[in-house]
Each structure stands twice: as structure tokens, then as C-alpha cells.
């Protein structure tokens, strides 16, 4: 079936050959370039650089970066933004209860103690839980999941049941049936809640780690790599592991607004850091009973702890839309 | 598709087994002596504690114990809590109330969720979207006490349009408010998904092409758009069913809802073991099987994954 | 030859019978898009006239305009993009600001379309019968299932009733396609336009589907607008041809005209490098380093003087077999390569060739070492690959070498040019890091890319240039063999032609020996010395590429070089 090519297709009116006119373009008008010139005015501009360029504009980026620069100055240095001591023995009974007043700008909890005070020495504590419970998830977690992604077969198998294991129980409820155990009942520092939080708090970024790893592993420039003489496990250093950071930065800076939060609901139920250490948690916890009367006790470490939390959150977000795939494909 | 319902099935036994075992070795296995710790921070009374070691067959190997418990769950004998009454019957009481609490909860996320992800995503970029994005990222940022005890203080105390705890009988309307609180969250998250997934449908090849069939845009957003970003939000809801009874603890203390969380929290307190041992066993089946559920309706919302390989 | 003045609308002068009124004008057309970087002019001063029934083609490279105007005019124009200018005149309505509701009516049944790739255009969850029903249904036609099968059936589909009760992916790639041309012609439109229909399809498959758009456009009047970026097939199927440059329109034609006496020297460069109409094998350019931009210069017949090669690589009844997990616990075997035996002589380039699912690939990453075969052997220079141990394959990986076909997936996204093109060097621990960025730099120069290139990133490089990186990091080594696993077929034809001129002009200087996979016999043509045919994993011919194309033996390969486009039109040796 060979189209005959100069002659138009017949139609049913004009059994007449019809003429197609050649055109060709005027030649100034349309100039030819050479052909695959590379474009040499910018700067070099890698994932990364561009990626910060796009995040530096983001109004949602500067606001969550400010925010959480200043929660970290607060909890290493919290003597710079409270003149007060807020340890228990400055509280003074007689205050109980109190409103505003000079020198007690968000006024006085049961004890008496300053508010204000409380609210920016607690900051340490739950930010060191989320800290170190981040860093602790990212390396079990992050080790198992690439482990897992790139060897495949029953290395993947087994680690797939046993982290399915584990999420099974949800953060808070493992929590609690830890917590539990005479071991932990009788010594709870920050640091075993957050041994406690990592042992449960792994299987979320192994899952995210292992999709990132088996998304990357199969790219050609792996393969690359492999095929000009890079070992397995090189590749899977050299190669897989940095592209496949970006989803696990995302993951990772959202749980630490998670880990935060969990330290509080532990500490809020009576089971997280014990009563003798500043957290706000704990001073929610204690705020319960008199908040109809005086709510402030409650409110304002409700607030710190929701701003840090939110932050965190934010971003995250940010970071999520930057290092967005779709976004980088030119 | 036999073939793949039977395989997660399989799938599920390991993990439903691994987890209780988890569970019991965690709660009766570390050091220290059990029974002692099921007294908590009292006396240790003898004649009690001799018919508990006989009662949990702590004379017998681990893995008797283990067997022997599994058995226990599975005729309902799960002996006594500490009052003495039996576990079971506590059960039964406590797992309907939560029970109504997630599905409350669930449908209000779901119903929300999706039309305000919808719509955010159908107007991506104006007003709403913007909005909303805001909104939704509050939400999820402020922890769940916080939101609990703001919502109780507003509305239960100040204007007093529910009632701020919940009687003991929980009634649907009683639970209005906790419902809510403990949805607020996922509602933010199935938002987000929602409208991520109708962002990435609308520029999809196959919604152009529906376009140039010539269906009009009513047509192309229910039967295309839709359809297709839904798969994703309805297995996240399939899931959070699961993860709603299991984390509602902080919400039924702040509303005092006689629940699951709530009987679990002061078992924990009192150091009830058997209580803790058999709550935590019974949510992770609960779990297991709702995500089984969760990969049934994958495959009945994805024809694709029914072919396996 | 001076070109004319473009700003006049073209006119079709009609001879015989009354003028009749074009069925698509476009005239003058401006479409701009907004970006983040700015408005960006896609189309500029466009203009095609489609009379009805009548087949136009718009070729052109990506970039060039042509799916957009052809989207223009169907009202599918992504959100961000808008006519600036001009007019879109269907059937003498101008349609360019139309209502959406006015281009809902005109869709499907006075205006249809035929997408590309036939995967991604059809719904997943809905069944083929049921997105066939909702065409005819929106446009006010009977939908029964009886109407159904009998679209379907129209468009090539056999057993239509069945397959209306199945899902998209239970297809074959073809067979959507066909279901995508049974849904776009199902309310039998005036007008359809079919953007690169077939350009995701095997060439033998091509074929079929193209010559039943053919026969069916032909029994219904429909006329077609056509969009390719293969000249040979836009000549072949089309009455008429207009090429696009970077937004506007060059040239336009009568097809065989145009290709017969090209004005403009875009279309001149088109039809010069176009593989499928150029019938030379490419020989190395004059001056080698140089970019010029003169491609495929009409050069002396060389004779290639092969001083007695040897077989750098014997194939000797190379086996692989897969298992396919299916169920619970059953595997069923997958034979992909089936019994293929040839030699590679040293210097020279061979090509396999074949579709998808020939085993091509799965050949070419047993002879990287990648895989390892079921049975058979690999000989390379003399040495079984199955007997070396680690030492010694890390030492054959130094001479055997592999460029990629997906140039966005075969550069490291984090590593600059220097990082990617040294990393073989310090890999095999070659030199110091002075003498290593001396050879990158070396390498740069051959590869024809500016020393600048060294600090920039993938992501800031075109598909072409990224290929020249991938082939300086494959000549990093010095190897003796490269693997080219399907190198060009990601690119646009000029860049392709760019490319391969290199690829030829480093294997004279340099005395390589090419491994060249690919799925486009008309490439084949242009580099190879021999060919092998596969088809289904066996090897189905083989033998110098003139004895192959002149006077092919098999069905198999007849059937292939039939397929390609534009090969039946008789074109003069020298075109340019």
C-alpha cells in the first residue's frame, strides 16, 4: 500500500490534481544556530546550589530556619534569654498562681515557679530527645534501609518482616509498654527515652530509605560505575547513597518535630522524662489540673512547644518542595 | 488475584506473630522478675503472686509461655486484671468505645480531607490552596494534646457547645468533639495526599487525552482526576483505621472517653502486665488486619497490581 | 537560493474544480508560555493549511513547535501556555479564543486526536470498552456494547468484544495504540491529529499501525495532521510537509519536493542527516576535534583498509535464561538470548540489531560482564571471560567500555563533568591528580566540548552533550572495545547525526572497535561494517551491512528494512 506522494488525495469535489505551493522561509528571519551548543554563560550549578537558590527565596524556608536558629540558642544558652533560675528552689510558693506581674511576665505555675522561665529552660531537654533520637533513627534506620533497597533477595526479606514488626506498634504504644519495665521505671533519663523512641521510631525511615535506594540503584550511572571496575559496595556508597538523600533529609527533619512531640505526649501521660527534669511536657502535664483557674501555666509551654514542633514541620515541607524530582528534570 | 490475597495473608501471620512475641518477650522477658513487676510499686503479696506464676505458666520455658498465651488469646481466656475481674469482659467494654471514637474519627478526615483536597488541588496556586496549605501544616504541627486542650477550653468550657468530657456511656453525639481532636491530624495529612495526587493527576497524559475526546471538564475531574487520586488516600485511610485505635491514649485521657487508650494508660501506670500484654496484642491484630484490608482495596482500586508480575 | 517573504498567509491555488475552503488555517500563529523564567516565545509567525482529507506532516527536532501548534489547535494548550497572536481557523471559525464549551463540542467529533505514547494516554483503572463508551457517549453517538467492538474491531483490534473487557495494561504497546486510534476516530472527526502515533512502537509494528491509520483516514475522509520528527515517514504518509525550526515555520512543501530539492538550510541539514534517508555510510570528518557545523560533509569515498583484523571478540552459542517468578513459588523460564554466535573484527563496528524483546541489551551486558550467561562463551581477545577472576575482569573492564542509551539517567546527578570523566582514572588508581586533569582535559577536546564544561553539572548540560561526556568517560580508559548500547536513540536527529560523525571519526583515530545496539536500522546503515539480526533472543541473520541491505535473505530482516520509513522513496545518492 504505497501512498503516491505528489498528488493530493482525491475528495469528492475536485477530481482535478491540486498544486501545493513550496514555501520557504525568509532566511534572516529564521537563522540557523549550530547545533547542540553548550550554553556557557552561567555559573556551575549543581542539584544542591540550585536547590538553595530555590529554597532561599521560599518565604516558608527563612521563616522555619529563623525560628528554629533561635529555638537551638535557647536551649544552649538559656541563660541569656532568662534572668531567672527557674530551678525549684527559686520558686516561691507565695507567688502560687499568680498572673502577670513585674519580673513574672507570663506569670507563676502551682509551685510558684516563674513561667517565662520554665518555658525557655525546658527547651533543652526536648530538643536534645529529638536531636539524638533523629541522629539514632537515621543510622539503624538509614543503615538497614539502604541494606535492605540495594542487596535485595533475603537480606530484603527478613528486614522487611522485622520492620514490619515493629510498625505494628506504633511509636506511643511501644513507648508506654516499655517504659513499663521495672529497668526502665526505675532509672528514666533523657537517654533512655531515647533509646526508647529510636527502638521504635527506625521502621518509618528504613521503609523511606530502602524505596529511595531501590528507585536509584537501578540508574544507568550506577551501572556505569559498576561496569568501569567500582566494587558492589562502592557503588552503593559512591553513587546510590547521595542520590538518595534528599527524600531521607525530608523524613528525618519532620520526625525530629515528631520525636519532640512524642518526648511531650510521654512526659505529659507520666512517662517520659521524670518530674526533677525541665521539660514541657512535663509542665503541661502539671498545668492540667488548674486549667480552668489559671491557664497560662499550660498555655505557654503549649505554645513554645508548638512553634518548635511547627517549624520543624515547615521545614521540611520547604526542603521537600526543593529537592522535588519533577522540579529538577530540565 | 487468589493468589495475591493469599500471599499477604501469609505475609501478615509472621508479622502478627513476631509482634506479640515482641510484646510478651518485652513485658514478661527482661530481667527482673515478672510477677514483682506486676505488683508494680506495692507489696508483693505471696498466695497472689504463687497464683499468678501458676496462671501465666511462668514455671514452664519461654517459648511454652509464649504458645500458651497465643492459645489464651485466641479462646478468650485471658485471666484477670487486678480488680479481679476478667480481662476479657474489660475488653469488650473498652474496644467498642474506641472503636466508635476512630471510625467517628475516620470518617471526618475522610469526608473533609478529600473535598478540601480536591478543591485546593483543582485551584492549585489561588487563594484556597494557599489557604489551606497553611492551615493543614498548623494543624499537623501542633501537637494533638495541645489542639485537645484548646478545643476542650474553647468549645467545651467557654462556649459550652459539647460537652467538655464524655459521659460513661460515650454516646455518638458525646464523642462529637474527641472525634475530631483525634482526626485533626490525619484530616491534615489526607488534605496534603489528596491534593498532592490530584496536582499530579491533572497534568497527567491520560486526563489530556480524556479532554480531547471531548468529555467535559465536570466528566474528567469525577471519572479521571478523581478515580485516579484517590488510590493512595483511600489505603493511607485503610491504614490510619489501625494506627486512630491505637494512638487515641492522649485523646481519651483529655476527654476521660472510657476506652481502649484510657484502660491502657492506667494499666500501664499500675503496672497491670497481663492487661498491657493483652490490649497491646489484640491492637496489633486489629493492625495487621487492617492492612490487609488496606492491600485488598489497593487491588480492587488498581487493576494493575492485580496481575502480580 | 533567496528565500520569500513570510508574512503573506500561504494560499492554496486551486486548478480545476471551485475553490474550496481549507478545512485548518493557521495563520500567523504566536503561542508563548509563562515560565519561571520569564514568557517564552514557543511559536512564532506559524502558518499550515490543511485542505479536507488531506495528510500534512510537521516535522521537526524538540523544541521546535510543532506538537504545540498542533495542540493550539485542538484547545490543549498546557495551563501555562496561551495563543499570543494569529488565528486558528477551523472550517473558516476562528478557534484560537474559542469558549471551552465551544471546543468541547468540536472535540472528538470534529476534531480528534491520537497521542503519543500509548501507555501513559490511557487511563489505567477504567477498561478499554469503558473509555471507548464514554467517547462515543459524550458526543452524542450510541454506545452500546455492539458499538463498541465494532470501533475497536475497525481499528485493527481483534476479538474486539473480549479485549473491551480488559484493562489498558493487559495490552501489548500496539495494541493500545490501536485503541487510542479506535478512540480517536470513533465519532469520525473532520480533522485528526496524530502526534508522533507510533514514535514509542517497534518499527515493524509502526508499519502496520500506520498503513491502518491510512486505510481507515482514507474511508472516512478524515484529514490528518500529522506531527513527526522522522522526515521519512512525514514524506511517505503525507501529501504535504512543513517543517519547524525553533518555533516557525522554514519550509513547506509538496513531501517528495521538499526532499528533492530542499530550500531552506535547515531542511537541507535535515535531509542530509536524517538516517532513514541517507544512504552512505558516514565517513570520519576532515578535521578531527573540530566541531563543524557542516554535518555529514560530503566526503570522498574512503575505503576502509582493514590489514587483517582479527576477532578482538568471539560470541560462541551465547545462552540466557530467566526465571520468572509467577504465583506462589512457580517460575517459568524466559529464554532471552537463544544460541548467538558471531565475531567482532578488531577496528571495525558492528551492529545487533533488532526490537524490543530481541535480546539485544541482554547480549550486550553479558559482554560487559554484567551478567553472566546461562551457557556459552564470550571470547575476548583470546580469553573465556567466564574463567577470569576478579583481578583479572577488573583489568578486562579497562578495555571493554559501555556508553548508555538514556543520557539524563547515565550521568551521576551529583558529580561534575571532571568528577564523572575521572572517576574510571581513579578507579583504576591511574596517574596523579595533575596527570588526571590533564586527561580529562585531553578527553574534552576530542569529545568536542569546551574546557568549561569540566566544573558544570548534568542537569545544565542538553541530552547530546551529555552523551559526549558519557563517551569521554567511556574513552577515559583507553579501552580497545566500546559497547554502544543503543547511544543515540535518545536523540534528535541532527544531534544524533552529530554524535555518530564523532563516534566515527574517534574509531579512525583511535582504532576502536564498536559494539553498536540499536533498535533503528536506518543507524544501522550510517556506522555499521556488519550486522547481526535478532529477533526473540535467536540470532537471525548476519553478514556485512551491504550484503544485508542489498540483498537481505530472512523474512524477518526484509520485513524490518521494509519498515523503515521512508525507504520506499526513491531518492537520488546525493541530496544535499
Known amino acids: 500500500m504505497t501512498p503516491d506522494s505528489n498528488t493530493a488525495r482525491p475528495d469528492a469535489s475536485a477530481p482535478a490534481t491540486r498544486h501545493i505551493e513550496h514555501f520557504v522561509a525568509d532566511f534572516s528571519e529564521t537563522p540557523l544556530q549550530a547545533t547542540d551548543k553548550v550554553k556557557e554563560d552561567q555559573a556551575p550549578l549543581s542539584l544542591w546550589a540550585e536547590a538553595w537558590r530555590n529554597l532561599r527565596k521560599q518565604p516558608l524556608f527563612l521563616i522555619s530556619a529563623f525560628l528554629i536558629l533561635v529555638v537551638v540558642a535557647v536551649s544552649l544558652f538559656p541563660g541569656l534569654f532568662s534572668p531567672i533560675d527557674p530551678s525549684p528552689e527559686a520558686c516561691q510558693l507565695g507567688n502560687s498562681d499568680g498572673g502577670p506581674a513585674a519580673g513574672h511576665p507570663l506569670g507563676s505555675t502551682q509551685q510558684g515557679c516563674d513561667v517565662y522561665a520554665r518555658v525557655i529552660f525546658g527547651t533543652r531537654s526536648s530538643v536534645t530527645v529529638g536531636l539524638f533520637t533523629t541522629i539514632g533513627v537515621l543510622l539503624i534506620g538509614g543503615i538497614m534501609g539502604a541494606l535492605a533497597g540495594y542487596y535485595g533477595g533475603w537480606v530484603d526479606a527478613v528486614l522487611a518482616r522485622v520492620n514490619d514488626i515493629f510498625f505494628a506498634l506504633p511509636l506511643i504504644l511501644g513507648a508506654i509498654v516499655l517504659m513499663q519495665l521495672p529497668m526502665f521505671r526505675a532509672n528514666r533519663t533523657a537517654w533512655t527515652l531515647v533509646l526508647i523512641l529510636v527502638t521504635f521510631g527506625w521502621p518509618q525511615i528504613a521503609r523511606i530509605t530502602r524505596g529511595a535506594v531501590i528507585e536509584v540503584r537501578n540508574a544507568d550511572f550506577v551501572t556505569a560505575a559498576r561496569s568501569l571496575g567500582v566494587s558492589k559496595f562502592g557503588a552503593l556508597m559512591r553513587h546510590v547513597m547521595p542520590n538518595s538523600l534528599a527524600p531521607i533529609i525530608v523524613v528525618a527533619t519532620i520526625s525530629l518535630g515528631t520525636f519532640i512531640v512524642a518526648e511531650s505526649t510521654l512526659s505529659f501521660l507520666g512517662i517520659g522524662l521524670p518530674p526533677s527534669v525541665m521539660s514541657w511536657g512535663n509542665d503541661i502535664q502539671a498545668a492540667q489540673a488548674s486549667l480552668r483557674s489559671n491557664p497560662m501555666p499550660l498555655l505557654y509551654p503549649a505554645i513554645a512547644l508548638s512553634i518548635t514542633v511547627l517549624s520543624f514541620i515547615m521545614l521540611g515541607d520547604a526542603l521537600r518542595d526543593a529537592l522535588d524530582p519533577k522540579a529538577r528534570k530540565r | 488475584m487468589a493468589t495475591y490475597i493469599l500471599k499477604r495473608f501469609l505475609q501478615l501471620i509472621p508479622v502478627f506473630l513476631g509482634a506479640t512475641l515482641l510484646v510478651y518477650f518485652l513485658v514478661f522477658s527482661l530481667p527482673g522478675d515478672p510477677i514483682v513487676a506486676l505488683f508494680g510499686d506495692k507489696p508483693v503479696n505471696e498466695a497472689v503472686a504463687a497464683k499468678l506464676r501458676t496462671q501465666y505458666h511462668l514455671d514452664q520455658p519461654f517459648w511454652i509461655q509464649y504458645l500458651l498465651y497465643l ?39 475522610a469526608v473533609f480531607g478529600i473535598i478540601f483536597g480536591l478543591v485546593a488541588g483543582l485551584r492549585k496556586g489561588k487563594i484556597f490552596d494557599a489557604t489551606v496549605l497553611v492551615a493543614s501544616l498548623v494543624v499537623i ?169 | 537560493m533567496k528565500g520569500e517573504a513570510v508574512n503573506a498567509p500561504v494560499e492554496i491555488r486551486e486548478e480545476g474544480t471551485a475553490a474550496q475552503r481549507p ?149 501489548s504497546g500496539g495494541m493500545r495504540q490501536r485503541a487510542l486510534i479506535a478512540i480517536g476516530l470513533s465519532c469520525q472527526p473532520r ?191 583470546g580469553v573465556d571471560t567466564s574463567t577470569l577472576n576478579s583481578k583479572e575482569i577488573f ?74 561526556v558519557a563517551i569521554a568517560r567511556a574513552l577515559a580508559l583507553d579501552p580497545e572495545v566500546i559497547i554502544c548500547d543503543e547511544a543515540v536513540s535518545a536523540l534528535d536527529v541532527l544531534v544524533q547525526a552529530q554524535v555518530l560523525n564523532l563516534l566515527a571519526d574517534l574509531q579512525s583515530r583511535l582504532g576502536l572497535t564498536y559494539l553498536f545496539i540499536t533498535h533503528d536500522l536506518a543507524v544501522v546503515r550510517q ?33 524490518l528494512l521494509n519498515a523503515i520509513p521512508g525507504a520506499r522513496l526513491m531518492l537520488p545518492p546525493e541530496v544535499a
Open chain 3, 191 to 381: 480533522l485528526l491529529i496524530a502526534d508522533e502515533p507510533t514514535s514509542a512502537l517497534d518499527v515493524t509494528v509502526q508499519r502496520q499501525i500506520l498503513d491502518h491509520l491510512d486505510k481507515m483516514t482514507t474511508e472516512l475522509g478524515t484529514a490528518v495532521l500529522l506531527i513527526t520528527h522522522d522526515l521519512g515517514l512525514a514524506a511517505e504518509r503525507a501529501d504535504k510537509v512543513v517543517v519547524m525550526y525553533r518555533g516557525q515555520v522554514v519550509e513547506s512543501g509538496p513531501s517528495l519536493e521538499l526532499l528533492q530539492n530542499p530550500q531552506h538550510p535547515y531542511t537541507q541539514r535535515l535531509v542530509a542527516s536524517a538516517p532513514s534517508l541517507a544512504s552512505r555510510r558516514i565517513q570520519a570528518a576532515k578535521e578531527p576535534g573540530v566541531e563543524s557545523d557542516d554535518l555529514l560533509a560530503p566526503a570522498e569515498d574512503v575505503v576502509v583498509e582493514p590489514s587483517m583484523p582479527e576477532d578482538v571478540l568471539r560470541i560462541e552459542n551465547l545462552k540466557k535464561v530467566f526465571k520468572l517468578r509467577s504465583g506462589l513459588g512457580r517460575s517459568t523460564d524466559f529464554t532471552a538470548v537463544d544460541d548467538v554466535s558471531f565475531s567482532v573484527k578488531r577496528g571495525t563496528t558492528t551492529a545487533i540489531v533488532g526490537e524490543s524483546g530481541s535480546g539485544k541489551s541482554t547480549v550486550a551486558q553479558m559482554v560487559l560482564n554484567l551478567l553472566q550467561p546461562t551457557s556459552g562463551r564470550i571470547v575476548f581477545d
Open chain 2, 141 to 309: 504541627g501542633i501537637p494533638i494534646f495541645v489542639l485537645g486542650f484548646l478545643l476542650q477550653f474553647t468549645i467545651g468550657v467557654q462556649l459550652g457547645w459539647a460537652k467538655p468530657t464524655v459521659s460513661s456511656a460515650a454516646t455518638v453525639q458525646d464523642l462529637i468533639l474527641p472525634a475530631i481532636v483525634l482526626g485533626l491530624g490525619s484530616f491534615a495529612y489526607v488534605l496534603r495526599l489528596t491534593r498532592t495526587s490530584v496536582i499530579e493527576n491533572m497534568s497527567a497524559d491520560y486526563v489530556r487525552t480524556a479532554t480531547a475526546k471531548g468529555l467535559s471538564r465536570f466528566r474528567v475531574v469525577r471519572v479521571h482526576i478523581l478515580r485516579n487520586s484517590l488510590i493512595p488516600v483511600i489505603t493511607f485511610l485503610g491504614a490510619d483505621l489501625g494506627s486512630l485505635m491505637g494512638g487515641a491514649i492522649v485523646t481519651e485521657g483529655i476527654f476521660n472517653v472510657p476506652g481502649v487508650g484510657n484502660r491502657l494508660y492506667r494499666a500501664v501506670l499500675s503496672g497491670e502486665g497481663p492487661t498491657v500484654v493483652s490490649i497491646v496484642t489484640v491492637l496489633v491484630l486489629i493492625y495487621c488486619l487492617s492492612n490487609l484490608l488496606v492491600d485488598l482495596l489497593y487491588a480492587w482500586l488498581d487493576p494493575r497490581i492485580r496481575y502480580d508480575s
Open chain 3, 23 to 171: 478545512l485548518l488555517e493557521i495563520r500567523d500563529l504566536a503561542i508563548s508560555f509563562k515560565t519561571s523564567g520569564g514568557e517564552v516565545n514557543a511559536v512564532r509567525n506559524a502558518h499550515l493549511t490543511v485542505m479536507p482529507g488531506e495528510t500534512v506532516a510537521i516535522v521537526g527536532e524538540s523544541g521546535s513547535g510543532k506538537s504545540t501548534t498542533a495542540l493550539a489547535a485542538i484547545g490543549l494548550l498546557p495551563s501555562n501556555g496561551a495563543v499570543s497572536g494569529g488565528q486558528i481557523l477551523f472550517d473558516g471559525e476562528d478557534i484560537s479564543h474559542a469558549s471551552e464549551k465551544r471546543m468541547i463540542e468540536l472535540r472528538g467529533n470534529s476534531i480528534g486526536m491520537v497521542p503519543q505514547d500509548p501507555m501513559s494516554n490511557l487511563n489505567p483503572v477504567w477498561k478499554i470498552g469503558y473509555q471507548v463508551r464514554e467517547t462515543l457517549k459524550a458526543n452524542g453517538l450510541p454506545d452500546g456494547p455492539d458499538d463498541v467492538a465494532k470501533v475497536l474491531s475497525q481499528a485493527g483490534l481483534p476479538d474486539a468484544r473480549r479485549r473491551a473487557k480488559q484493562y489498558p495494561h493487559e495490552f
Open chain 2, 71 to 109: 492459645k489464651s488469646i485466641f479462646t478468650f481466656d485471658l485471666g484477670q486484671d487486678f480488680s479481679g475481674r476478667p480481662i476479657a469482659a474489660v475488653l469488650g467494654e473498652v474496644f467498642p468505645v474506641t472503636a466508635r471514637l476512630a471510625v467517628m474519627a475516620l470518617i471526618f478526615e
Open chain 3, 395 to 468: 583489568a578486562f573492564r579497562r578495555r571493554v567500555q559501555p556508553i548508555f542509551q538514556d543520557p539524563y539517567g547515565s550521568l551521576d546527578p551529583m558529580y561534575n563533568i571532571f568528577r564523572t570523566i575521572e572517576e574510571p582514572l581513579r578507579t583504576h588508581k591511574i596517574g596523579d591528580k595533575a596527570s588526571r586533569e590533564k586527561k580529562v582535559r585531553e578527553l574534552l577536546d576530542q569529545v568536542a566540548l569546551p574546557q568549561s564544561t569540566m566544573q558544570r553539572y548534568p542537569n545544565e548540560l542538553s541530552g547530546g552533550q551529555r552523551q559526549r
Open chain 3, 527 to 559: 556506522i555499521a561494517d556488519h550486522v547481526c539480526v535478532m529477533e526473540k533472543g535467536k540470532l537471525v541473520e548476519t553478514g556485512s551491512t551491504d550484503d544485508v541491505f542489498d540483498s537481505p535473505q530472512q523474512d524477518y530482516t526484509k520485513a
